[in-house]
């Protein structure tokens, strides 16, 4: 919940003056990447023709993530967003009323960006792979579940769904070998999947736009 205290509060505070600072270089017009830390991760600076910033949050949630968006859709004026978040809303004993209330957020995150006439791809949270450090910590079935409801939430409103639950999973509810460094945070290979898949679906997405 936002009204408590996080371990990453001055972690985000830094992350808000960072994003600033790339704000000023990327300008308007670019491709605004926002969400958790798998968006903090994201290392590349360009997306087909688009300079990309970067607006990832380690440890955010989504409840703490929406009133941020706002403010960075006002700032940074793109032409297209990307969202990817809810991993951190699946945590161990996650119950399906905490969903519930993660859920409503992220329905007013993408009225933000219906708000805003800003086409945004929505992304789920990749499955947790077994056996690693910060599996633990997580929920497989939390995170299911989670991912199917921002799927049948973003239908018809996102620019485009790129399922990366499906897309990264085994067929059991997991994530496949090789997909995380930690349970969680995407491998290098898997990072470039996803810029690879990106950069496809924002193409796509641009032709529709139009100039």
Known sequence: MTSQPSPFASHWLIRD????????????????????SLVEGFYWNQVGSLPVLNAGYSGIWTEALEPRVPLLLKSAEPSIAVLLVGTNDAKKDCTESAIDGAMEHFDTILRHFEAAAVP????????????????????????????????????????????????????????????????????????????????????????????
């Open 17 to 36: 003056i960072v994003i600033a600072s790339h704000r000023a270089a990327v300008g308007p017009g670019g491709l605004l990447f926002v969400g958790d």
């Open 120 to 211: 945004v791809i929505v992304m789920t949270p990749p499955p947790i792979e077994r056996a690693k450090r910060l599996t633990s910590f997580y929920s497989a079935d939390a995170m299911t579940s989670l991912s199917g409801r921002i799927v049948q939430i973003a239908d018809g409103r996102a620019a485009a769904i790129v399922d990366l639950h499906k897309a990264f999973g085994d067929g059991a509810g997991a994530g496949r070998e090789g997909l995380t460094t930690d349970g969680v945070h995407l491998s290098a290979r898997a990072y470039r999947q996803l810029h690879d898949v990106l950069e496809q679906t924002a193409a796509g997405v641009a032709m529709k736009k139009g100039p």
